[in-house]
Each structure stands twice: as C-alpha cells, then as structure tokens.
C-alpha cells in the first residue's frame, strides 16, 4: 500500500514533506475521490479535477478542506466571476490551485478565458493597448451540479469525477458531526437528519443545519420540518 493510501485511510500520520497532500478529514467517505485528489494535489504536472453531483454531497467541502491546507490556493464563485476580475486575482495572487465553485453559473466569456489559461498555461490582459502577460501553472479543482451549461472544450481539460449521494448512514454520520458545532446534542442531531432525510425528502446537509436553528427543542422539529416541507410542495407547484 503506498503511502498516500496509508495517510488518506489514517494508518499513518506522520508524512514525508514531497508526499504532503490533503487528508480531507472533515469529509465523510468518498475515499477514492479524496485518493485521485491526493494524486492531482502531488503531480508534477498539473491535473483539473471537476467534481459533479448534487446539492450535499460534499463537494464543496473538497475545495473548502483544500484552501484550509494550502496556502497557494485562490477560491471563486462561478456566479460572482468576472473576466477581468479573475484576470486581476491570478496576476496578483498566482495560485497553485484554482478553486471554482458552481463552475456552470459561470459566464460563456469567463469559460473562455479560464479555458485558455488551462490550455495554455498562459494569462494575458489589454487595457488600453497595453497588454500583460504571464506563464502561470496552476491546477483548477471546481464543482458543478451538473455539466449542461460548460462549454464542451472546457469539459475536456477536467478529469470529471461524478459524486455518489451519500446513504443514510453516511448523512446521519455528517448530521451528527456538524451540529455538534452548533452544541446540538447527538441524539437530537440523529432525530434531525432522520426527519430531513425522510420528511423533507432532502440530501442536503445544509437542510440539517437550517432545521436545527429553527427548532428550540426537539419537540419542535417534527413541526420546522412540516413547515419546510410545505413551503417546497408550494414552491413546486408554482414552478
């Protein structure tokens, strides 16, 4: 077994400084995943990785455990993304990793740009007839819901990786684990994700968290959920 697998499985903790990469500790499963991460981190050359799956299943925690560990990393939000905005932020900040979350809300133009600096290792700019330029190697890591909206050729520099829902036990595990930050006691914490995972129907995390803030009590989450359920059913019939 190598030793990238022996510190992802916690056999070993202590690692050599050039086989250093993310443990992802906060994040629950998807081994295989954090193994192909662990490589991408460690490569000499780069390698972008697009996580695809739905809402709660982790992805974003990925690229959160990544810019907690690594200095040399920059985060973007396809929906607030610019052009010039992202131009500006590489010149300035050169990251090693890239880190693009909700890549598909971001712009035709600004998956242009972000396709040539991937092709080409190359950034440049023109304000005003004067035009900069710099060689820059960086790994993208981004997450998507889904591919629709990438542009195909950027689709193709990404080793695409489809995010699995997590099961029941896995949600439970994470439930449990995020609200003890809120001091949310286990018991209630399992109530919780039992009630949003078969009441609300929801997969998502984020659900168990919203819940849990607006129930005082346990004998009030039976009552947030059915509220929350309600609002749903109402949002899809006027959909």
Same mark, same amino acid.
Request: aromatic share 6%; charged share 30%; net charge positive.
């Given at each position: 077994?190598?030793?990238?697998?022996?510190?992802?499985?916690?056999?070993?903790?202590?690692?050599?400084?050039?086989?250093?990469?993310?443990?992802?500790?906060?994040?629950?499963?998807?081994?295989?995943?954090?193994?192909?991460?662990?490589?991408?981190?460690?490569?000499?050359?780069?390698?972008?990785?697009?996580?695809?799956?739905?809402?709660?299943?982790?992805?974003?925690?990925?690229?959160?455990?990544?810019?907690?560990?690594?200095?040399?990393?920059?985060?973007?939000?396809?929906?607030?993304?610019?052009?010039?905005?992202?131009?500006?932020?590489? &010149?300035? @900040?050169?990251?090693?990793?890239? $880190?693009?979350? +909700?890549?598909?809300?971001? !712009?035709?133009?600004?998956?242009? %740009?972000?396709?040539?600096?991937?092709?080409?290792?190359?950034?440049?700019?023109?304000?005003?007839?004067?035009?900069?330029?710099?060689?820059?190697?960086?790994?993208?890591?981004?997450?998507?819901?889904?591919?629709?909206?990438?542009?195909?050729?950027?689709?193709?520099?990404?080793?695409?990786?489809?995010?699995?829902?997590?099961?029941?036990?896995? &949600?439970? @595990?994470?439930?449990?684990?995020? $609200?003890?930050? +809120?001091?949310?006691?286990? !018991?209630?914490?399992?109530?919780? %994700?039992?009630?949003?995972?078969?009441?609300?129907?929801?997969?998502?995390?984020?659900?168990?968290?919203?819940?849990?803030?607006?129930?005082?009590?346990?004998?009030?989450?039976?009552?947030?959920?059915?509220?929350?359920?309600?609002?749903?059913?109402?949002?899809?019939?006027?959909?």
């Amino acid at each position: 077994m190598d030793i990238l697998k022996q510190c992802l499985m916690g056999i070993i903790t202590k690692v050599p400084h050039d086989k250093r990469a993310s443990r992802f500790e906060e994040v629950i499963g998807h081994y295989g995943i954090k193994l192909i991460f662990a490589k991408a981190i460690l490569s000499k050359r780069p390698v972008h990785l697009l996580l695809v799956g739905p809402p709660g299943s982790a992805k974003t925690m990925f690229l959160t455990e990544i810019m907690r560990e690594h200095k040399g990393s920059y985060s973007v939000v396809g929906s607030n993304t610019t052009k010039a905005g992202l131009v500006n932020q590489l &010149f300035e @900040k050169r990251p090693k990793f890239l $880190l693009i979350d +909700e890549l598909e809300k971001m !712009s035709m133009t600004d998956q242009n %740009a972000l396709l040539h600096l991937m092709e080409t290792g190359i950034i440049s700019e023109t304000k005003i007839n004067k035009t900069r330029e710099m060689e820059l190697t960086s790994r993208v890591f981004a997450t998507a819901n889904s591919c629709e909206k990438i542009i195909k050729p950027l689709l193709s520099r990404f080793a695409i990786l489809e995010m699995p829902e997590y099961t029941f036990e896995e &949600f439970s @595990k994470i439930a449990v684990s995020k $609200l003890r930050q +809120e001091n949310v006691d286990v !018991s209630t914490a399992k109530v919780i %994700a039992e009630k949003v995972w078969n009441e609300l129907g929801s997969r998502d995390t984020r659900d168990v968290t919203k819940v849990a803030r607006l129930a005082d009590s346990i004998n009030e989450i039976h009552f947030v959920v059915k509220m929350l359920n309600k609002q749903q059913r109402t949002e899809r019939a006027n959909q």
